[in-house]
């Protein structure tokens, strides 16, 4: 009887997994070292659904429930390398989705405020957020764009594209902070980033076109 090697453990192919996924980050010119650290260690299989588990660990965006869509990895990175990110800075997310980009932001040490329009998506984000043990998140269900009171984020990072950043989001820049998303240009959707000096003037300047999908305003009245 032939002899058949052993199947490798499955730590030892996840870790590989992780490796290769990084690597790969770092082909496309990912270099920080935090947020690849980030990334390595929050697996993205925990939020991707499970029919699609086999390609967490690859550059593609992935099907949610509500139509939503799971941005691909190396958008996610390049958004959260532009945001800069610092430990004890109060981040709100827009746009929740399976809730990785929010365990990411978790990780680097962000304060997280995280909406989502959708309350399906909501819930089973507060799950996939408490697999990973990812603290200092809070979850709503709403309407992202809408004016916030008296609220003011160090870091806004909207996950999809809009035809412009809306003046009840602009306005939740507190001096020195910064807004990352993505504008919709004839050409596709391009990284945008706002930043507010200490003055209270607002800078804005446009990036590499992304792959991302649209984000729509308003609290979904179904799903």
């Known amino acids: 009887m032939p002899f058949l090697p052993e199947a490798e453990p499955r730590d030892e192919q996840e870790a590989i997994g992780a490796a290769s996924f990084i690597l790969s980050l770092r082909a496309k010119g990912i270099r920080d070292t935090a947020l690849l650290r980030a990334m390595e260690l929050v697996p993205r299989e925990v939020f991707a659904p ?16 509500c139509g939503q869509t799971m941005t691909g990895p190396a958008t996610v990175a390049a958004m959260l390398l532009a945001l800069g990110v ?10 929740t989705g399976s809730g990785y980009v929010t365990a990411l932001l978790a990780r680097l040490g962000a304060e997280v405020t995280s909406v989502e329009r959708f309350n ?13 043990d990812a603290d200092k998140v809070r979850l709503e269900v709403g309407d992202g764009l809408a004016a916030r009171v008296r609220d003011r ?4 990072l909207l996950n999809g ?4 950043i809306p003046q009840t989001v602009t306005s939740l820049l507190g001096p020195g902070s910064r807004l990352i ?15 507010r000096d200490a003055e209270g003037a607002l800078t804005q300047t446009f990036g590499a076109s992304l792959r991302i999908s649209p984000l729509v305003t308003g609290v979904a009245a179904t799903l």
Do not use: C, M, Y
Not at 122 to 132: F, G, M
């Open 50 to 65: 499970r029919r699609f588990t086999d390609l967490a660990r690859t550059d593609v965006a992935l099907p949610l429930p």
């Open 86 to 95: 610092q430990p004890g800075q109060r981040v709100l997310e827009i746009g």
């Open 120 to 132: 399906t998506l909501a819930e089973s984000a507060a799950q996939h957020l408490k697999i990973v």
């Open 153 to 156: 984020f160090d870091r806004i």
């Open 161 to 164: 594209a809009r035809p412009e």
């Open 181 to 195: 998303g993505a504008i919709t240009k004839e050409s596709g959707p391009h990284l945008v980033r706002i930043d």
